[in-house]
């Protein structure tokens, strides 16, 4: 074999090898997420990664990753907007199911408004889709219009949850004026560097 064939088949391969690693995605902690996802017959492009810290010792729990059809800095305009939307979960350790409630629980206090039997009876119903986590494991929610929340844990779709005022509290926990950890807004806003 010439060096100039070997040196072809070379390029090939590297070629082959570039074509089979997604060329964008963000990656955050060690989790890389892909930079589209398609919900509902449309494109959700990834809109910012961001770190959810617990206690004052700032343990990491899981990389956030939020999916918008158009991406935007704005928290206001992301919850006003009535289209599709997603937030991945990934988790970088391992948490019990009653922890997960109790973290609803506490998300859900802060949010709550005018509507809140609407939002209540949608967080009972969450709650009730969780289940002990594992570091790798993901919770996936999806706003579909017209539908509901979508709730996926572990691959698993558990249920639809329907009703805007709670998809917009669903949101809030993350992009409202009291998220987990600010770190964790500004990423899923895109406003923060890995």
Known sequence: ??????RVSLLFVLAALVGAVPVHAGTLAGVT???????AGQ???LNGMGLREATFLKIDVYV??????EPTHDPAAILADEGPKRLVMHFVRGVGAKKLVHAWHEGFEKVSGKDEAEIRAGEKQ???FMEDVSEGDEIVL?????????VRVKGKVKGVI???PFARALW???LGPNPPNEDLKEGLLGLEDD
Request: aromatic share 8%; net charge negative.
């Open 1 to 6: 074999m010439s060096v100039f064939t070997r």
């Open 33 to 39: 997420m892909p930079d589209t996802v398609e919900v």
């Open 43 to 45: 494109t959700l492009h």
């Open 64 to 69: 956030a990753g939020l999916y918008l059809a």
């Open 126 to 128: 969450l709650c009730s």
């Open 142 to 150: 999806t706003e579909i219009p017209g539908k509901g929340v979508e």
């Open 162 to 164: 329907p009703g805007r």
């Open 172 to 174: 809030a926990i993350w």
